[in-house]
């Protein structure tokens, strides 16, 4: 998978994101919060050159987005339909 820097404000979830979407005060995501404050995002977030869209780390996407990143880290996919749903890619 090849990785590469995005500006967070292109990155679009994706309409089949089964996760669910994390506010402010809910337990998970002031944990996932925490964590990327204390230690960083450790893993990119997965995004379909071909779609456009994010295909994961939506809630990791969601905090730094709040937390004001401007870039981070992708890895690109370019699995797409019906395939890429099932198995989250």
Do not use: A
């Not at 994101?17 to 005060?25: A, P, Y």
């Amino acid at each position: 998978m090849n990785v590469k820097m995005m500006r967070i404000d292109l990155l679009e979830p994706s309409h089949y994101n089964f996760r669910k979407d994390l506010q402010h005060g809910d337990p998970e995501y002031e944990k996932l919060k925490r964590s990327i404050e204390e230690f960083g995002y450790v893993e990119p977030i997965i995004w379909n050159e071909k779609t456009g869209r994010v295909v994961g780390g939506h809630q990791c996407l969601k905090v730094m987005k709040d937390q004001g990143f401007e870039n981070v880290q992708v890895g690109i996919s370019g699995v797409e339909g019906k395939s890429s749903e099932n198995r989250g890619v």
